[in-house]
Structures are given as structure tokens and as C-alpha cells.
């Protein structure tokens, strides 16, 4: 006994193991980008730009502008630090925000940048108070970029996260549903609105971008306090307490301040007082910049503040300051350090045992195929490596300084535009949107408006120094002039704001005074990081009279460079692979050929057998999934608007009319093969096949593309059936396997070529290539398909009598495979034919991407074909077997539904792609074995048709799906498949009890 369960038992732990040190490592991934051990224990906080408090009284960080989140505890220990753009599960761009809930979940608002310093895409993101990410409660990804994002606050009332949006209109609050729970009506909101804060539902406080601040409910609206008319201060931030004071920190003079609106009403001259200062510091310049702050409201006059900075946090209240730079790493996030180090270590050992392993059964191998194809691969990833390596510091390099070189010439294209005389009203912030501003921001839109090459994609600051007449004109200092700033497309803090005080030590000041420009390739912000010109502005005297900035999101111009070396990569990896499959099925049928030629008679033509069969469906597959990566994406594109239909369900109804037809076809499909020969019948069916491909290249109409799709599905159709009429004869799970892996191999090169081709070509110009290529079928066709005698003819015909059909289909094991196992399965496969290229381009992937995604589940799906077939064949039933597939499947929609980011739906299509690896070669296998299928016969067309029912209703469920609550209808039709196949399990099950006791 021992002798038996021993190895079994070994097993069972290792994989335990390996999947556990795989789970540790996935989830704790940003442990590769910081060490614990270095730098003495100790982290040093760097660019904070904003912070919030837990129940438990702990610190949660945003640093570094929005690339990390770090939690402090108690004893000033961090529990974890989260990195954006490193985590397989979700990864953030730039966190703007957080705040946390009464359970000590975290909500950041996330804005990841485009050209320029425009708004590509936004989300909130909820992470439990370990770090682990949750959810996402809110995403927009803007094609027509935005100036400012549409979320402009998240708070927690009475321990519940609410979250804000605007627009001309006015504010919505919306709930962790996205439901609007209240609207309050203010004109213009979105445009005016700088900053926003909520005491309760019912009301908001705003502060402009003109610096006031406004008191507004859902009908009305009044002014609080508007400081900068009689100063120059400008608010940034703020926050109301219980009592209606409000706190708020000034970028002009670096303060944070504390006033009464009811000491301002009454005319108090001290309204505001001073609540923090640098004291270390007695020049402004070296003071740190409170951006954002967190207030705890307690019994003394003073509120504790803690605000963050570069390089420091402040946490102030009546008693005492302290200031925190460094924090210690917690004993517990030291443990997860070295246990991740060691899961590192083991999947290391795992992988290089993998390599030995596959290795040494490569050189083993007496196939020649195999051993070319193994070497293609590994010398196209060798040198795919080495010149991503080696390129990839001298691509950034070359780019930025052509980067570079465009700002400058945009820059001299400004200023020689700019209108100098229309800087004279504009002195403060209050002067915000007045006649003068709008006169200037008009004139740099209008050169921007031009679509010239060398400005698009960058953004355009013009900053105006204003002097006192009492003061030499070549002094510039913080005592006798004002730094103004004019947006011309993103009026982010507001509409006029100091920078910089200008001392003799800054680089503005040299600037100014030499009139030469500088370059800044990587300033960090609380907005992100930029590269950037500042050039000084010179009236027709000769003197300097401001500054002109142009520049662009160095986040944005780096991700773009990194898809553009990604997108190298993966498509000579792509080429590889398209190369590996195709000597492949090749080989398989050149060797197929040949057994065929030798069991043949010597005046005989050679007849097509089953092995032979893979080569013709893998050329009708390769063709039919050329486009298929983009074909809805397409068919939206020009699809009509009907009734009240949604643009989805129209975009699925050429997919439906396609299966719909070649359904009807399939009733027939025996007796037009038995009719016509299979030799005729196969050119016509092959005509009709290229023909519809052709009609849908040749006219882009949505019709059209209808029309062509019923014809080309038609004569698939039948070609198709005689393959199935092929494997049925020799019912072998090896033919079964082969077929099923020739299917998935003409998908994968046809996604990978049409995938490649977008990169140049257009959705037209790929339908006449798929149209062209399939041509081929015909000339196959021609060489290989002959009629058989006359007495298999009869036998067929006999099979496909029509009496018989309505018993086999409502035999008992048949009925329930049809309705509870198969149909089911059939309609997921919609999962990646139809919803994978709408939620890839709702999560920002372009055509390409989609079409590369869709092959990682082809290529998990053939690499594991035959061995998961065999596997699951030999050591469980196939209803067992067709269970665990279906769990595969479901496991996979809910991990989507749950998180509905990139990389989960990069593992979920993984996952899927495990379990069609082999879930349909074992429905196959199961459904040729059923005593009616080989009783009542035509069990091929009818296997075909109840096939068509559910691609039919695939495109209409998931449909549904995409066009109402992706996560929660997902989820149910996970349920429901999983609730169908227990079904089918248990009668199978009870069958094989009752068999058992027989």
C-alpha cells in the first residue's frame, strides 16, 4: 500500500508546492523592483503628493508622483509598498489620490497620461488594507483625449467610499456600484472646478481655478472666500471641517492655512491664519509644496495635519511637529521578502529542470521535425533577446532626443506667435478667464489648432513675469514680481499660478537673463513625470517679459517606446511560431501522404484520410481566422443603427447569419455529398467558400458582409462535415486529438497574420489576403478528394436517414449532452470569438494586441493538446474529464468578472485556453462512443448543426453581456454553465452506478 501511494503522494506535494511558490511570487511581484535588506532597513520618502488615515491609524502614502503606495503602521513601520506598473494582477500609472474606508480598504484614483499632458484613461482602484488588489470600481479609456479626468474627487462619508464626476452641468455623486446617488446642478462645474470637497450628500464646497471658494447645493451656489483678490495667494487644496472652516494650502507662499468664513463675512482682517510653515527655512524658495493634505479634527482649535512633500511629512498639530523621512520596513514585510525570495528560487530550479527535461527529450527524439522546429524557436527567442537587449537603451536615447528637437521648433513656432501685448492684463490669479487671458489662450490654441508635426502631442505653458515700475526691470526676486501661467489646454491647478520664485539661484532666473533656453528631460510632479523646453520669452525691446514651456508626458513617450519594442518582439516571436506551425502540419501531412500513397493501389489516386484532414482544415481555419481577431471590431464599425438594438448585437448579427445558414445547410449536408459525389461537391462547397470570402473583401458594406459570410459559411460547412464523417469512420481519440490541434493551429496562424498585417495593412486589405489564400482549398480539393464506391455511398445514405433523427436526438444521453454540456461549451467559445476584441479595446489594447492575445490561448491550447487529451483520457471518465474542463472554463470567466484589468484577462485567457486544450476532443470522443450515435447514424450533421445553435447564440449572450454589467452577467453565465455541466456529470454518473452494479 505504501509502495503504491507513495509516488502518487510525492507528486501530489510537489505540485503543491510549485503552485504555491507560484501564487507567492505572483502576489507579491513588486518585491523584484525594492529590497528590504538595502539601504541600512530603512525607506526613504520621496515626491508624496498626497495621503489618508485608516481606522487603525495608519499612514497611506501616494509617492514618488504617483508611482508607489506605501502604509504605514503605528511604530512608523511600512506593512507594505505597492508599485505601480510592475504587478501581474493590476498595476496602476499614476496614483493622484487615496482614501480609505472603515474596513481599511484603499481607493486610489488612477490617471495615466497621453502626449502632451492629456488624459488617455482613469480608474479607481480598491485594494484591501494588505495591499492585495480588489477591484476596479470606475475605468474610462478616452479616445479623444481629455484636458482634465472626469473623476475629480473620492472621499468616504460615514465610512463609505462615494466618488465625484462633473461636467458642464453639473457634479454627480456616484457609489462603489458607479450608481449616481445624487446630482447637484452647477453650470460650467467641469471647467471651473479646480479642487472639491464634501461635508455631506447634499452639498459640495469648490474651489475654482480662479482661486474661490463656492458653497454649492443642489439648486444654489455663494462665495465663501476669495483671499487672492486682495493677495497673491493661491489655493490648491483644501478641506472643511465639522465646523465649516476650512483648511487649505497655498502654492504662492507654501503655507498651509486655517480661516473662519464667518470671521471673512464680517469683515475680519484676519480671517486666515497661518497653521504651518518650513521654520527650518527662512527662504520661501527652500519651503516644501503642500499639494494635499489629511485633517483629523479633535477638541482643540488647531486640527492635526498631516501633509505630504518631497522628501518630507509634516504631521502637525497644537502640541507639536514632526517631520518623517524615513520609515523602517516591518518585521512581517521582511519574512514575505525572504520567502518570496526562496518561491523564487524554487520556480528557478523548476525551470531550469524544465529546460534539462525538454532538452534532453528534443535530443532523444527521432523526429527531424520536431528537432527543427525546437531550433527555430530557441534561436529566434536567443537573438529577439539580444537585440532588444542591445537596441533598446539606444532606441530610448534616439527618440527622446528626437523628442527633443521638436520641442525646440515648437517652441520658436510660439514664440514668434505669441501676442506680447495681450500679457497686460494678466497679473493674479483672480484674473483667471477674464478678456486678456482669453485673448492669450486663444491665440495658442489657434497655433496648436494648426496640426502642425513638430507641435502635436506636446502641451504648451506661457508664463508672464510681472514687475512693479518702482523695481529695475533686470531684478527678478520673489519681493517684486509675480510668475503668472497660462494653460492652453489644461488648466490643471489653476488658471494663473506661481511656479517658482525667481532668485538669482534658479534656473528660471538664468534663463531669463541670459535668453537661452533649457532642456529637462525628466521632471517628476504631482501630475507625472515630463520632459520639457523653457524658453524665455523677448518682446521687440529685447527683454524678457516671461517664459514659454513645451513639452509631453515622458510616462506616455516611455510607454509608447516600450509598445513599440514589445510590439518588435512579439511579432518576430509571432513569425517564429507562424513558421514552427506551418512546418508542422506539413510535415504531419507529408508523412500522412505517404502512408496513405503506400496502403493505396498503384493505379489508385491518393484519397484523403483522416490524418491527411488536418492540412484541409488547418488551410479553411487559417483563412477564416485572418480576421477574426478584428472582425467584430470591424462589423461595428459598419454597422447600422436599427430600433433600439444595441451597436453589439448589430455588430454579431453577420456572425449569427453566417452559423444560422450553414446550420440549415448541415441537415442536408450527407445527402448533397451522397447527390454530387464527393468529388463535385467539394469544388462547388470550396468555390462557395472563396467566393463569400472574396464578396466581403471586395465591398465594405455591412450587408455585404453578411452576404459573404453565409455564402463562405455554406460551403464550409459541408467541407467540414466530410471531415467529421472522416473521423467518425475511424473513431480515434488520436484523430480526434489531431483534428482538434489542426483547428487550433489554422487559428493561431491566422490570428498571427492578420495580427502582423494590421501593423501595415488595413481590416480591407486583410480580407482580400484571407480571400486570396483561400483559393488554396480548391487546389486541395483537386488533388485529394475523390468520390468513394458506390456501396460506402449507399451506407451513408442509409446512416442519414431522416426517421432516426428525432430518436437520436431525444435519446436520453444524447439530449442531456446536447443541452447540458455541449451547447454550453460551444456558446463560451463566443468568450474569445467575440467578447475578448470589445473588452481588449475597452481596456486600451489595440487591434494587434487583441489578435496576439487571442493567440497566447491558441498557442496554451496546442502546446497542451495532446498531452491533456491523453492525460485526462487515461486516468478519468470523459464525463469527469468533460466536467473539469467546464470548471476550467467557468474558473476563467469569473476571474474576469471578479478583475477586469489586462493582465487578468491575459491569465484568464491562459486558463481558457487550458481547458479547450482538451475539453472538445473529449466531447468528441465522449459523443462518438454514445450507443445512439452509432444506432440511429447522421450523428455528424446533427452533431454539426446543434454545434451552429450554440455559435449562434454565443455572439447574442455575450452581447448581452458586454452592453450590460460586464462583471455581474459574466458571472451568472459562469453559474449557469457550471449548474448545466453538474447536471450532465450526474446522469452520467448515475449510468456508469447502474453499469457498475450490472
Same mark, same amino acid.
Request: net charge neutral.
Given at each position: 500500500?505504501?509502495?503504491?501511494?507513495?509516488?502518487?503522494?510525492?507528486?501530489? &506535494?510537489?505540485?503543491?508546492?510549485?503552485?504555491?511558490?507560484?501564487?507567492?511570487?505572483?502576489?507579491?511581484?513588486?518585491?523584484?523592483?525594492?529590497?528590504?535588506?538595502?539601504?541600512?532597513?530603512?525607506?526613504?520618502?520621496?515626491?508624496?503628493?498626497?495621503?489618508? /488615515?485608516?481606522?487603525?491609524?495608519?499612514?497611506?502614502?501616494?509617492?514618488?508622483?504617483?508611482?508607489?503606495?506605501?502604509?504605514?503602521?503605528?511604530?512608523?513601520?511600512?506593512?507594505?509598498?505597492?508599485?505601480?506598473?510592475?504587478?501581474?494582477?493590476?498595476?496602476?500609472?499614476?496614483?493622484?489620490?487615496?482614501?480609505?474606508?472603515?474596513?481599511?480598504?484603499?481607493?486610489?484614483?488612477?490617471?495615466?497620461?497621453?502626449?502632451?499632458?492629456?488624459?488617455?484613461?482613469?480608474?479607481?482602484?480598491?485594494?484591501?488594507?494588505?495591499?492585495?488588489?480588489?477591484?476596479?470600481?470606475?475605468?474610462?479609456?478616452? $479616445?479623444?483625449?481629455?484636458?482634465?479626468?472626469?473623476?475629480?474627487?473620492?472621499?468616504?462619508?460615514?465610512?463609505?467610499?462615494?466618488?465625484?464626476?462633473?461636467?458642464?452641468?453639473?457634479?454627480?455623486?456616484?457609489?462603489?456600484?458607479?450608481?449616481?446617488?445624487?446630482?447637484?446642478?452647477?453650470?460650467?462645474?467641469?471647467?471651473?472646478?479646480?479642487?472639491?470637497?464634501?461635508?455631506?450628500?447634499?452639498?459640495?464646497?469648490?474651489?475654482?481655478?480662479?482661486?474661490?471658494?463656492?458653497?454649492?447645493?443642489?439648486?444654489?451656489?455663494?462665495?465663501?472666500?476669495?483671499?487672492?483678490?486682495?493677495?497673491?495667494?493661491?489655493?490648491?487644496?483644501?478641506?472643511?471641517?465639522?465646523?465649516?472652516?476650512?483648511?487649505?494650502?497655498?502654492?504662492?507662499?507654501?503655507?498651509?492655512?486655517?480661516?473662519?468664513?464667518?470671521?471673512?463675512?464680517?469683515?475680519?482682517?484676519?480671517?486666515?491664519?497661518?497653521?504651518?510653515?518650513?521654520?527650518?527655512?527662512?527662504?520661501?524658495?527652500?519651503?516644501?509644496?503642500?499639494?494635499?493634505?489629511?485633517?483629523?479634527?479633535?477638541?482643540?482649535?488647531?486640527?492635526?495635519?498631516?501633509?505630504?512633500?518631497?522628501?518630507?511629512?509634516?504631521?502637525?498639530?497644537? !502640541?507639536?511637529?514632526?517631520?518623517?523621512?524615513?520609515?523602517?520596513?516591518?518585521?512581517?514585510?521582511? %519574512?514575505?521578502?525572504?520567502?518570496?525570495? %526562496?518561491?523564487?528560487?524554487?520556480?528557478?530550479?523548476?525551470?531550469?529542470?524544465?529546460?534539462?527535461?525538454?532538452?534532453?527529450?528534443?535530443?532523444?527524439?527521432?523526429?527531424?521535425?520536431?528537432?527543427?522546429?525546437?531550433?527555430?524557436?530557441?534561436?529566434?527567442?536567443?537573438?529577439?533577446?539580444?537585440?532588444?537587449?542591445?537596441?533598446?537603451?539606444?532606441?530610448?536615447?534616439?527618440?527622446?532626443?528626437?523628442?527633443?528637437?521638436?520641442?525646440?521648433?515648437?517652441?520658436?513656432?510660439?514664440?514668434?506667435?505669441?501676442?506680447?501685448?495681450?500679457?497686460?492684463?494678466?497679473?493674479?490669479?483672480?484674473?483667471?478667464?477674464?478678456?486678456?487671458? $482669453?485673448?492669450?489662450?486663444?491665440?495658442?490654441?489657434?497655433?496648436?489648432?494648426?496640426?502642425?508635426?513638430?507641435?502635436?502631442?506636446?502641451? &504648451?505653458?506661457?508664463?508672464?513675469?510681472?514687475?512693479?515700475?518702482?523695481?529695475?526691470?533686470?531684478?527678478?526676486?520673489?519681493?517684486?514680481?509675480?510668475?503668472?501661467?497660462?494653460?492652453?489646454?489644461?488648466?490643471?491647478?489653476?488658471?494663473?499660478?506661481?511656479?517658482?520664485?525667481?532668485?538669482?539661484?534658479?534656473?528660471?532666473?538664468?534663463?531669463?537673463?541670459?535668453?537661452?533656453?533649457?532642456?529637462?528631460?525628466?521632471?517628476?510632479?504631482?501630475?507625472?513625470?515630463?520632459?520639457?523646453?523653457?524658453?524665455?520669452?523677448?518682446?521687440?525691446?529685447?527683454?524678457?517679459?516671461?517664459?514659454?514651456?513645451?513639452?509631453?508626458?515622458?510616462?506616455?513617450?516611455?510607454?509608447?517606446?516600450? *509598445?513599440?519594442?514589445?510590439?518588435?518582439?512579439?511579432?518576430?516571436?509571432?513569425?517564429?511560431?507562424?513558421?514552427?506551425?506551418?512546418?508542422?502540419?506539413?510535415?504531419?501531412?507529408?508523412?500522412?501522404?505517404?502512408?496513405?500513397?503506400?496502403?493505396?493501389? *498503384? $493505379?489508385?489516386?491518393? *484519397?484523403?484520410?483522416?490524418?491527411?484532414?488536418?492540412?484541409?482544415?488547418?488551410?479553411?481555419?487559417?483563412?477564416?481566422?485572418?480576421?477574426?481577431?478584428?472582425?467584430?471590431?470591424?462589423?461595428?464599425?459598419?454597422?447600422? +443603427?436599427?430600433?433600439?438594438?444595441?451597436?453589439?448585437?448589430?455588430?454579431?448579427?453577420?456572425?449569427?447569419?453566417?452559423?444560422?445558414?450553414?446550420?440549415?445547410?448541415?441537415?442536408?449536408?450527407?445527402?448533397?455529398?451522397?447527390?454530387?459525389?464527393?468529388?463535385?461537391?467539394?469544388?462547388?462547397?470550396?468555390?462557395?467558400?472563396?467566393?463569400?470570402?472574396?464578396?466581403?473583401?471586395? %465591398?465594405?458594406?455591412?450587408?455585404?458582409?453578411?452576404?459573404?459570410?453565409?455564402?463562405?459559411?455554406?460551403?464550409?460547412?459541408?467541407?467540414?462535415?466530410?471531415?467529421?464523417?472522416?473521423?467518425?469512420? !475511424?473513431?480515434?481519440?488520436?484523430?480526434?486529438?489531431?483534428?482538434?490541434?489542426?483547428?487550433?493551429?489554422?487559428?493561431?496562424?491566422?490570428?498571427?497574420?492578420?495580427?502582423?498585417?494590421?501593423?501595415?495593412?488595413?481590416?480591407?486589405?486583410?480580407?482580400?489576403?484571407?480571400?486570396?489564400?483561400?483559393?488554396?482549398?480548391?487546389?486541395?480539393?483537386?488533388?485529394?478528394?475523390?468520390?468513394?464506391?458506390?456501396? !460506402?455511398?449507399?451506407?451513408?445514405?442509409?446512416?442519414?436517414?431522416?426517421?432516426?433523427?428525432?430518436?437520436?436526438?431525444?435519446?436520453?444521453?444524447?439530449?442531456?449532452?446536447?443541452?447540458?454540456?455541449?451547447?454550453?461549451?460551444?456558446?463560451?467559445?463566443?468568450?474569445?470569438?467575440?467578447?475578448?476584441?470589445?473588452?481588449?479595446?475597452?481596456?486600451?489594447?489595440?487591434?494587434?494586441?487583441?489578435?496576439?492575445?487571442?493567440?497566447?490561448?491558441?498557442?496554451?491550447?496546442?502546446?497542451?493538446?495532446?498531452?491533456?487529451?491523453?492525460?485526462?483520457?487515461?486516468?478519468?471518465?470523459?464525463?469527469?474529464?468533460?466536467?473539469?474542463?467546464?470548471?476550467?472554463?467557468?474558473?476563467?470567466?469569473?476571474?474576469?468578472?471578479?478583475?477586469?484589468?489586462?493582465?487578468?484577462?491575459?491569465?484568464?485567457?491562459?486558463?481558457?485556453?487550458?481547458?479547450?486544450?482538451?475539453?472538445?476532443?473529449? +466531447?468528441?470522443?465522449?459523443?462518438?462512443?454514445?450507443?445512439?450515435? $452509432?444506432?440511429?447514424?447522421?450523428?455528424?450533421?446533427?452533431?454539426?448543426?446543434?454545434?451552429?445553435?450554440?455559435?449562434?447564440?454565443?455572439? /447574442?449572450?455575450?452581447?448581452?453581456?458586454?452592453?450590460?454589467?460586464?462583471?455581474?452577467?459574466?458571472?451568472?453565465?459562469?453559474?449557469?454553465?457550471?449548474?448545466?455541466?453538474?447536471?450532465?456529470?450526474?446522469?452520467?454518473?448515475?449510468?456508469?452506478?447502474?453499469?457498475?452494479?450490472?
Amino acid at each position: 500500500m505504501i509502495k503504491i501511494f507513495k509516488p502518487l503522494w510525492t507528486k501530489i &506535494c510537489g505540485l503543491l508546492i510549485i503552485i504555491c511558490a507560484a501564487g507567492f511570487t505572483l502576489w507579491n511581484f513588486d518585491f523584484f523592483y525594492f529590497y528590504p535588506f538595502l539601504n541600512s532597513r530603512k525607506y526613504t520618502v520621496e515626491d508624496s503628493i498626497s495621503i489618508a /488615515i485608516n481606522s487603525n491609524d495608519e499612514m497611506v502614502i501616494i509617492d514618488s508622483s504617483g508611482s508607489k503606495i506605501i502604509s504605514v503602521n503605528k511604530n512608523n513601520e511600512i506593512t507594505f509598498l505597492k508599485l505601480g506598473k510592475t504587478s501581474p494582477i493590476e498595476d496602476f500609472n499614476s496614483a493622484s489620490d487615496v482614501c480609505c474606508d472603515k474596513n481599511g480598504n484603499i481607493y486610489i484614483h488612477d490617471v495615466k497620461r497621453a502626449e502632451g499632458n492629456k488624459v488617455d484613461s482613469e480608474s479607481i482602484l480598491k485594494f484591501s488594507s494588505n495591499g492585495f488588489f480588489l477591484k476596479k470600481i470606475f475605468n474610462a479609456n478616452y $479616445k479623444d483625449k481629455l484636458k482634465n479626468s472626469e473623476v475629480i474627487k473620492i472621499f468616504t462619508i460615514d465610512n463609505e467610499f462615494y466618488y465625484v464626476t462633473a461636467d458642464s452641468i453639473g457634479f454627480y455623486i456616484k457609489n462603489l456600484e458607479n450608481e449616481i446617488i445624487k446630482k447637484i446642478n452647477y453650470e460650467n462645474a467641469k471647467l471651473n472646478t479646480l479642487k472639491c470637497d464634501i461635508q455631506s450628500l447634499d452639498e459640495i464646497t469648490v474651489l475654482t481655478k480662479s482661486g474661490e471658494f463656492i458653497k454649492v447645493s443642489e439648486n444654489n451656489s455663494f462665495l465663501i472666500y476669495n483671499r487672492s483678490r486682495e493677495t497673491n495667494s493661491i489655493p490648491i487644496y483644501f478641506k472643511v471641517l465639522s465646523d465649516n472652516r476650512i483648511v487649505y494650502s497655498d502654492i504662492n507662499d507654501r503655507r498651509i492655512y486655517i480661516f473662519d468664513p464667518m470671521e471673512y463675512q464680517n469683515g475680519s482682517e484676519d480671517a486666515a491664519n497661518l497653521v504651518i510653515i518650513d521654520k527650518s527655512s527662512e527662504d520661501i524658495n527652500e519651503c516644501p509644496l503642500y499639494y494635499k493634505f489629511f485633517v483629523e479634527e479633535n477638541k482643540s482649535d488647531l486640527p492635526r495635519i498631516i501633509a505630504p512633500s518631497s522628501e518630507v511629512i509634516l504631521d502637525f498639530n497644537s !502640541e507639536e511637529e514632526n517631520y518623517y523621512d524615513t520609515f523602517k520596513y516591518s518585521k512581517k514585510l521582511i %519574512i514575505n521578502y525572504i520567502l518570496f525570495c %526562496i518561491s523564487v528560487l524554487i520556480i528557478f530550479i523548476i525551470f531550469i529542470f524544465l529546460i534539462i527535461f525538454i532538452s534532453k527529450k528534443i535530443i532523444k527524439s527521432k523526429s527531424f521535425v520536431v528537432k527543427v522546429c525546437s531550433l527555430v524557436f530557441i534561436g529566434t527567442v536567443f537573438l529577439t533577446v539580444i537585440f532588444c537587449a542591445i537596441s533598446f537603451e539606444n532606441f530610448n536615447k534616439r527618440m527622446t532626443d528626437e523628442l527633443v528637437k521638436k520641442a525646440q521648433v515648437a517652441t520658436a513656432i510660439v514664440q514668434e506667435n505669441i501676442p506680447y501685448d495681450e500679457f497686460e492684463g494678466i497679473n493674479k490669479n483672480s484674473h483667471f478667464m477674464n478678456e486678456d487671458y $482669453k485673448k492669450l489662450r486663444s491665440a495658442i490654441k489657434g497655433i496648436f489648432s494648426k496640426k502642425n508635426d513638430f507641435i502635436d502631442n506636446f502641451y &504648451c505653458t506661457v508664463q508672464k513675469i510681472t514687475k512693479e515700475d518702482s523695481i529695475p526691470e533686470s531684478v527678478y526676486n520673489t519681493d517684486n514680481c509675480v510668475v503668472s501661467a497660462v494653460f492652453d489646454t489644461n488648466e490643471t491647478y489653476a488658471g494663473i499660478y506661481p511656479l517658482f520664485p525667481y532668485t538669482e539661484e534658479n534656473v528660471e532666473y538664468e534663463i531669463l537673463t541670459s535668453q537661452k533656453p533649457m532642456t529637462f528631460t525628466s521632471i517628476s510632479t504631482q501630475e507625472g513625470t515630463f520632459i520639457f523646453v523653457l524658453s524665455p520669452l523677448i518682446n521687440s525691446s529685447g527683454k524678457s517679459v516671461g517664459l514659454v514651456e513645451i513639452g509631453t508626458s515622458l510616462d506616455a513617450f516611455e510607454a509608447e517606446n516600450s *509598445k513599440f519594442m514589445i510590439s518588435l518582439f512579439l511579432g518576430i516571436a509571432s513569425i517564429a511560431i507562424l513558421l514552427i506551425l506551418l512546418v508542422l502540419e506539413i510535415s504531419i501531412f507529408m508523412n500522412s501522404k505517404k502512408e496513405a500513397g503506400r496502403l493505396a493501389a *498503384k $493505379k489508385e489516386k491518393i *484519397k484523403m484520410n483522416a490524418p491527411m484532414s488536418r492540412m484541409f482544415a488547418f488551410i479553411i481555419y487559417v483563412s477564416i481566422n485572418m480576421v477574426s481577431g478584428f472582425a467584430p471590431l470591424y462589423s461595428i464599425s459598419i454597422a447600422p +443603427q436599427i430600433g433600439n438594438f444595441s451597436k453589439e448585437f448589430m455588430a454579431s448579427m453577420p456572425f449569427i447569419a453566417e452559423t444560422f445558414f450553414g446550420m440549415i445547410v448541415l441537415f442536408l449536408g450527407n445527402k448533397f455529398i451522397n447527390f454530387l459525389g464527393k468529388r463535385k461537391c467539394a469544388i462547388i462547397c470550396g468555390m462557395l467558400f472563396a467566393a463569400g470570402l472574396t464578396l466581403k473583401a471586395l %465591398i465594405p458594406n455591412f450587408w455585404i458582409l453578411m452576404l459573404g459570410g453565409i455564402i463562405s459559411a455554406i460551403g464550409k460547412s459541408i467541407l467540414l462535415l466530410m471531415i467529421n464523417n472522416l473521423l467518425i469512420a !475511424e473513431d480515434s481519440s488520436d484523430a480526434y486529438a489531431g483534428y482538434n490541434s489542426s483547428v487550433l493551429n489554422g487559428a493561431t496562424c491566422g490570428i498571427i497574420t492578420g495580427s502582423f498585417l494590421l501593423n501595415w495593412l488595413s481590416y480591407i486589405q486583410i480580407y482580400i489576403i484571407s480571400a486570396f489564400f483561400s483559393l488554396s482549398v480548391i487546389y486541395f480539393i483537386f488533388l485529394y478528394i475523390h468520390d468513394a464506391k458506390q456501396k !460506402e455511398e449507399q451506407h451513408e445514405n442509409a446512416k442519414d436517414e431522416l426517421s432516426g433523427i428525432f430518436k437520436f436526438i431525444f435519446s436520453k444521453k444524447v439530449f442531456i449532452y446536447f443541452l447540458a454540456s455541449f451547447i454550453p461549451i460551444i456558446i463560451c467559445a463566443s468568450y474569445t470569438d467575440y467578447m475578448l476584441p470589445f473588452e481588449g479595446e475597452k481596456l486600451g489594447l489595440n487591434d494587434s494586441y487583441i489578435g496576439y492575445l487571442y493567440t497566447v490561448g491558441s498557442l496554451c491550447s496546442i502546446a497542451l493538446g495532446n498531452f491533456m487529451t491523453n492525460l485526462v483520457s487515461s486516468k478519468m471518465k470523459d464525463s469527469v474529464a468533460i466536467l473539469l474542463g467546464t470548471c476550467l472554463t467557468s474558473f476563467s470567466f469569473f476571474l474576469f468578472a471578479k478583475f477586469q484589468t489586462i493582465p487578468m484577462l491575459i491569465i484568464s485567457i491562459l486558463i481558457f485556453g487550458i481547458s479547450n486544450s482538451f475539453l472538445y476532443s473529449i +466531447q468528441s470522443k465522449y459523443y462518438a462512443s454514445l450507443e445512439s450515435v $452509432k444506432k440511429y447514424g447522421g450523428s455528424s450533421a446533427i452533431g454539426s448543426v446543434v454545434e451552429s445553435v450554440g455559435y449562434i447564440l454565443g455572439p /447574442i449572450v455575450f452581447s448581452f453581456i458586454i452592453t450590460n454589467q460586464t462583471s455581474k452577467n459574466l458571472t451568472l453565465l459562469c453559474v449557469a454553465v457550471l449548474i448545466l455541466s453538474l447536471i450532465f456529470f450526474l446522469f452520467s454518473w448515475n449510468k456508469h452506478k447502474i453499469k457498475a452494479r450490472t
